[in-house]
């Protein structure tokens, strides 16, 4: 018998000695100390001046969430001290002897030990989470979700607790030796965090570091069963683990078959663990290979004529987690030829129970998704009418098969905590699904790794009828009616595709400017109708407003009759792609909306308004009324939906900075086109991009300076680099592109329709397009009608272009000279004329873009953050250089500008956005007032006759490359390690050897690069080797640019530079001030050389932070 | 010596016993620490005594349930030492040699943790007999102090207390007066002796030979594993009769003397030393016997079985 005596005495008394270890009670009051100013900055206010971090309190559930993740990550490794302890314990105290004469078990001894550690963790949780509801409790805006803390604790702290005593009492009882297990275990928990984190849906996580545990208030947890297994899995290895310990004890036990008596039990939670992470493993393993599956058959089928759906009727009853469908679909024939087998696809977790032909039940072959039909005659043209009857749930592991593994494999992490990825729910609740789950039987294959068809759109005409659980509401596109519980939905158009949300939502609607406009939000979510109150009125022309503002920016209608935002859960994910421009949060005229605008900034409108309140009483703001601050906020969170970028992702890792650009998923520009209007290419699958990516270049700005400083390059500067290596053919089928492939399409759209533009000339080109979308909307069409519209309009033939386009590697390059701007007088106006060569030195044709910002503002930081920018005015000219071409050009411009912004667009040059600056502008009276452009026969220098230069990029550059760092240097500095062949420029956290980085400042042909690194002894050293011809005396010149970095940009860059010229008579250390030195080049002075070749050096020993090394001239006298 | 028949006088009463058969314990490292020890104990008061590493300890666990024993049998109450942990365990109260450290427990839980697991379940009963156990070893005050900022006296008594927490059957104490100066070391006797009236068996293992002369009734010497002499410490002593001189010598033949034999006092005097030695005859010293104490007889005893020293 067991007793309970026994085991509750020794768990009190290990209570008692470990609440009273210093180590313990210092790990405590650490984390109480470390949570409590935690929860006070995210909860209470943080640094920008809002109420508290948004990201925590907009689910209530996080605050308990985020909280035990950061305990749990401690307590997990202070456990394992404090595990192993007791056994060391035992071993060492002489006094452990008159315990273990005493009649009780070892199981019991073991499991009032393990009881008495894991009640220890279990009150520190409690505090903490007492301490983190005392903080929910007084924080604004933000309700208690109760239940939420015990469902965290449950699933975090508790199955880790069990697994990581138990396996420290067990690595104790093996190795004997605190220490070592100590260390060990720590290893064990670096491999889970830092190299098996994400393996196998999160399966080695332990601690629930990553595995995602969000819980949403529409679905609660988006997985729950994996958690389930997986943290069940942990609490048996663990309690497998105590029993194993059991058996190892070093005391005699009670019975002399004891100790193997618990080796069943042991057994039995071990292979109990293991089933579940088999479970756990193998349902990962088999949507890996259903996705593999799905693709191999969809290539196979790739050659199966794709029949047209022109129509959609739906029929589909909601009960439970299961759906139950009824899809009538009316179908032709587009081809030339008769078409005899003919393919569908449709999720494969729905079953098909009946396939009627023109009413006739026919047998088809369901193989994975695709419904099979062989031997059904369609003449060309000719239509029919196919029926599916189909039930069940759905598959998500059939969505996003262009997706690769680990792209879908990485987390979703948002701030602290993690998000699971879901494409499609079905539950009792709530229900999701979008055209990428394939709800609804879609002609032709999905994605295969050759079949392309799933991205061709058929516009068909949809109708929907919905029955689900009284007290929810459906959502669809179309007119909506309801009927005896019945929801229909009927369109007027065609549509590419339809969603369907049921939930329990509360509807709020209006009218703007003849537009419906439709809200659905979850019934405890209404945080801005009270918010926005005093304002209410002037919400609708705001909205209006904001529309036609976006309209009148990319020149485009919006195509729908109506506009629905809908709140759906928070896992609700989607994939950027490359053969498809729109997220599935954008569905036509519907966007889902993350619930309560989780991650999203811009919908925080208290937090806005308390940040505006904040800063404006520095600012220029105070003047601002409580109401239009509150319009503010408002017109911010439109403008959220108006721009192509997200905030980029900005995190520290390993001491470097990394930025990653973030699209928008919630950009409205596929409204606008992806959803109305569609180009098919067969041979071209992109073309439809090219042509999105046209029509939306002009809303989107340029790179954003900041960022560029801080990483080195842009997303365009690779794919510009990316583009020199490799055709755009071969970028679209690179998976490892994926995140520069939009940046790609960009500059390659751009190209493509500016040689039209320069035929058509701008005007008449904008009309054409204008006209031939209104032509194709709601439906589709194909490159060759395009091809044959601008042959009719514009006589180019654009298909033979392409197809170069396709497979060329090249590109063009630019040098840009002679740069001057003055003011003139044009008649009696006052204007500013600015004239500078261009030579595009490459052999491919290609265009720039010429930016002139007049007036003040415009520095760095605007654009998303200054809330649109929409006031600069900005004075954009294209240009146009055939291959080996020289050009001058000559703008008038009405103001004045304080710089010129060449945008190289697809080229060689990096950086690929040039920023020049004119100094002061004066009055030339003499200057004769000229806008034009033209073509010149000597292209632009960079070196004159006499003059002898080495840059950095050339191979001659060369620099001490010196390893002095000691083992644990190289282990935790990580700084210089940076594959990128250019890093940003960062004066605080400098390279230790010399790195290269780019800036319109520096020199060089394309590349505008210099190498830098952070001062030292001056060991580290720089090289120039300048050829020259013949000996003599030369007068050696550095270029030097002073790059200020931040706020300080007017105070000078303190310090030296100290060169070492070797020349005939030996060597001579010069040595430049920076304060004294021109930006630009400087003299060093002039040398006698007899040799060929010229060496300088530039040390690395400075006042300055940072050394940059650039290039030298030589010129002869 | 006459028994009473206590069962007969006492119906409740269980008689305790121990048969210790052909006990042999090797240690893996070769080193053979008990030899074919055969034994009865009965209740009373058991010495054992020997010298150091004699093999007292090794026997003392695996009374104990400490250590598992080589070979042999080993049978307490009736029950298999080997077979019946749980109910050996329940009787026992013990007190190693070594006790000095503590986890972070004050005096007065760590003996409630004692007594706790010595089956006291009724918490009140439970805090009534570990006040008294602290009262009667003289902790009652130091009750709150941390177990172990106690004295090394302290911590010795708080053995004490722990090991007889609970009533236990059998008592087995390893030198349980080292470190306790000479009061604490008669009132610990004589706490012992109370208690060796009861029907228990105390199991006391120690090198000091007053600890057992002055409270056993039985005694057991063990050496080199071996057991050199079971019985009473007066059948011990009778065996020591005739063989302890009390020698008056000159400086000169003291220092002789001290060569030959063992000398177990020496006292100065105005002619020179007055000695006591143990010797089977004192050829050509001028001396006499004096009856043996048990101190004589251990040395003795150990004497003739470690040098097979016979008189000269």
Not at chain 1, 158 to 182: E, H, R
Not at chain 1, 548 to 568: A, C, G, N, S, W
Not at chain 1, 689 to 698: G, K, N, P
Not at chain 1, 998 to 1005: E, H, I
């Amino acid at each position: 018998m067991i007793s309970v005596h026994n085991i509750t005495s020794i768990a009190k008394y290990e209570i008692t000695t470990l609440l009273r270890s210093w180590f313990f009670r210092i790990f405590a009051i650490f984390a109480i100390v470390v949570l409590f100013f935690f929860n006070l900055a995210t909860q209470i206010f943080d640094g920008g001046g809002g109420p508290g971090n948004v990201n925590i309190k907009v689910l209530p559930s996080i605050i308990p969430y985020v909280n035990l993740i950061l305990l749990n990550t401690v307590q997990a490794i202070i456990a394992i001290f404090l595990a192993s302890d007791f056994l060391k314990r035992d071993k060492k105290l002489d006094t452990t002897d008159v315990i273990y004469i005493r009649s009780m078990s070892n199981g019991e001894y073991v499991a009032g030990k393990t009881i008495g550690n894991l009640v220890v963790f279990i009150i520190l949780n409690l505090i903490i989470l007492s301490e983190a509801l005392i903080f929910n409790l007084i924080a604004e805006d933000v309700a208690v979700n109760w239940i939420a803390y015990l469902n965290y604790f449950l699933i975090i702290s508790l199955p880790t607790l069990i697994f990581i005593l138990g396996l420290s009492f067990f690595v104790m009882s093996i190795l004997k030796n605190q220490a070592i297990t100590f260390i060990l275990l720590l290893g064990y928990v670096a491999i889970t965090i830092f190299y098996l984190n994400t393996k196998y849906y999160f399966l080695f996580d332990y601690m629930a570091y990553s595995i995602p545990l969000l819980k949403s208030d529409f679905i609660g947890f988006g997985n729950i069963q994996a958690i389930l297994i997986h943290r069940g899995m942990y609490a048996c290895f663990g309690v497998g683990f105590i029993f194993l310990t059991i058996s190892l004890l070093k005391r005699l036990p009670q019975s002399p078959f004891s100790n193997k008596v618990t080796l069943i039990p042991a057994l039995i939670f071990f292979a109990a663990g293991i089933w579940l992470g088999e479970k756990h493993v193998s349902t990962f393993v088999r949507n890996q290979n259903l996705r593999e599956d799905i693709r191999t058959l969809n290539d196979a089928n790739q050659t199966v004529p794709r029949l047209k759906v022109t129509g959609y009727q739906i029929d589909l009853i909601h009960t439970g987690d299961k759906l139950e469908v009824t899809a009538k679909l009316k179908v032709t024939n587009p081809h030339q030829e008769a078409v005899n087998d003919f393919v569908f696809s449709l999720n494969p977790g729905l079953n098909v129970s009946k396939v009627r032909y023109n009413g006739q039940e026919i047998a088809v072959k369901r193989e994975l998704h695709l419904i099979e039909f062989s031997g059904t005659k369609l003449e060309p043209g000719e239509t029919a009418e196919l029926e599916f009857d189909y039930s069940g749930t759905l598959n998500e592991a059939a969505s996003y098969l262009d997706v690769d593994d680990k792209t879908l494999q990485e987390a979703y992490k948002a701030f602290m905590f993690q998000i699971d990825k879901r494409s499609a729910i079905v539950s009792p609740d709530f229900v999701l699904l979008t055209r990428e789950c394939n709800w609804y039987p879609i002609a032709g294959t999905s994605f295969g790794k050759q079949s392309k068809q799933w991205a061709q759109k058929q516009f068909s005409n949809f109708e929907v009828s919905v029955k689900t659980k009284p007290g929810l509401t459906v959502v669809s596109q179309g007119k909506s009616e309801q009927k005896d519980g019945t929801f229909r939905f009927t369109n007027k158009h065609n549509l590419p595709q339809i969603s369907l949300v049921i939930g329990n939502y509360t509807e709020k609607t209006d009218t703007i400017d003849g537009l419906a406009f439709n809200l659905y939000v979850h019934p405890e979510h209404d945080y801005f109708t009270k918010f926005f109150e005093p304002v209410k009125d002037t919400i609708p022309d705001l909205i209006a407003s904001a529309l036609k503002d976006y309209e009148r920016k990319i020149d485009m209608f919006y195509p729908f009759e109506r506009f629905t935002l809908v709140e759906v859960p928070a896992q609700f994910y989607s994939y950027p792609r490359t053969l498809i421009g729109e997220r599935e949060q954008v569905q036509p005229e519907t966007i889902l909306f993350p619930e309560k605008g989780l991650l999203i900034p811009e919908s925080d409108f208290n937090g806005s308004v308390k940040r505006m309140e904040r800063w404006g009483g520095r600012g220029s703001d105070v003047q601002s009324t409580p109401e239009e601050k509150k319009i503010m906020a408002f017109n911010n969170f439109l403008s959220m939906f108006t721009q192509a970028a997200a905030r980029p992702d900005i995190n520290r890792s390993q001491g470097e900075l990394q930025i990653e650009e973030k699209a928008n998923p919630l950009y409205c520009f596929p409204l606008f086109y992806n959803h109305a209007y569609f180009v098919q290419s067969d041979k071209w699958p992109i073309t439809d991009r090219i042509f999105e990516a046209y029509l939306r270049q002009s809303s989107e700005s340029g790179a954003m300076g900041f960022m560029r400083d801080m990483q080195g390059m842009t997303e365009n500067e690779q794919a510009n680099l990316a583009l020199l290596d490799y055709s755009f053919a071969e970028l679209l089928d690179d998976p490892s592109k994926v995140k520069i492939i939009d940046n790609v399409i960009q500059l390659k759209g751009q190209s493509l329709f500016s040689i039209i533009k320069r035929k058509a000339g701008d005007e008449a080109f904008n009309d054409f397009m204008f006209n031939f979308l209104k032509s194709i909307k709601f439906n589709s069409t194909t490159i060759g009608d395009f091809n044959t519209r601008i042959q009719q309009q514009f006589n180019t033939d654009l298909l033979p272009y392409m197809e170069k386009w396709f497979r060329s590697k090249d590109l063009p390059g630019y040098l840009i000279g002679g740069l001057s701007a003055v003011n003139v007088l044009d008649g009696d106006r006052l204007k500013t004329m600015v004239k500078f060569r261009i030579s595009n030195t490459e052999k491919t044709e290609g265009i720039v873009l010429a930016q002139f910002r007049l007036g003040e503002g415009g520095g760095p930081g605007r654009g998303r953050f200054g809330g649109g920018g929409a006031n600069m005015e900005t004075i954009d000219k294209l240009l146009y250089l055939e291959g080996n071409q020289t050009k001058e050009v000559s703008y008038l411009l009405d103001g004045t500008p304080r710089n010129i912004t060449i945008n190289t667009l697809a080229s060689r040059n990096i950086p690929a956005e040039l920023r020049l600056p004119f100094g002061n502008v004066e009055q030339d009276t003499k200057a004769v007032p000229y806008e034009g452009e033209k073509v010149l026969d000597s292209p632009v220098r960079l070196v004159e006759k006499g003059e002898f230069i080495c840059d950095d990029e050339d191979s001659t550059f060369r620099f001490t490359r010196t390893e002095d760092y000691s083992l644990l240097q190289k282990l935790l500095i990580k700084d210089d390690q940076s594959p990128d062949r250019f890093i940003g420029f960062n004066t605080w956290h400098a390279p230790r050897t010399w790195r290269a980085t780019t800036n319109s400042s520096f020199f060089g042909k394309f590349i505008r690069s210099a190498h830098y690194i952070r001062s030292g002894d001056g060991n580290k050293k720089a090289i120039w080797s300048i050829p020259i011809k013949g000996q003599g005396t030369y007068e050696v010149f550095s270029y030097i640019v002073k790059i200020r970095q931040g706020r300080r940009e007017n105070q000078d860059v303190a310090g030296e530079y100290t060169y070492t010229i070797n020349h005939s008579e030996g060597k001579e250390e010069v040595v430049v001030d920076l304060k004294t030195a021109e930006d630009g080049w400087n003299s060093l002075g002039s040398f006698y050389f007899s040799g060929d070749t010229v060496k300088v050096e530039l040390g690395n020993k400075s006042v300055a932070k940072v050394v940059v090394a650039d290039a030298v001239k030589l010129v002869k006298q | 010596m006459y028994k009473i028949k206590s069962d007969v006088l006492r119906p409740n009463f269980l008689k305790v016993k121990i048969t210790i058969e052909n006990l042999n314990k090797v240690y893996s490292n070769g080193n053979q620490a008990l030899k074919d020890i055969n034994l009865e104990i009965n209740n009373g008061m058991f010495g054992l005594l020997g010298p150091n590493g004699a093999g007292k300890s090794s026997l003392m666990r695996i009374l104990v349930t400490l250590m598992q024993p080589s070979s042999g049998k080993v049978i307490m109450n009736g029950y298999d030492l080997t077979k019946d942990r749980e109910k050996i365990r329940s009787m026992l109260g013990y007190l190693p040699q070594d006790f000095r450290f503590f986890s972070h427990l004050k005096t007065y839980e760590f003996l409630d943790y004692a007594a706790r697991l010595a089956g006291m379940r009724d918490t009140r009963l439970r805090k009534q007999a570990v006040d008294k156990m602290l009262e009667e070893v003289g902790l009652f005050e130091a009750r709150d102090r941390q177990a172990n900022k106690l004295s090394g006296g302290m911590k010795r008594r708080l053995g004490i207390a722990q090991a007889l927490i609970n009533d236990p059957k059998i008592i087995i104490v390893d030198e349980p007066t080292t470190g306790l100066d000479p009061e604490e070391r008669i009132r610990f006797r004589n706490l012992l002796s109370t208690i060796s009236t009861q029907d228990v068996i105390i199991i006391l293992s120690t090198h000091i030979v007053g600890d057992i002369s002055s409270s056993c009734t039985d005694m057991a010497l063990l050496n080199e594993g071996g057991l050199a002499f079971t019985g009473s410490p007066d059948e011990l002593v009778v065996k020591a009769e005739g063989k302890v001189w009390l020698i008056q010598a000159t400086e000169e033949e003291y220092l002789e003397i001290n060569e030959k034999y063992p000398v177990i006092s020496n006292v100065p005097t105005s002619e020179g030393w007055e000695i006591q030695v143990v010797a089977d005859s004192i050829n050509g010293y001028s001396g006499h016997n004096i009856a043996p104490n048990l101190e004589h007889a251990y040395v003795y005893f150990m004497e003739s079985k470690l040098n097979q020293w016979t008189a000269i």
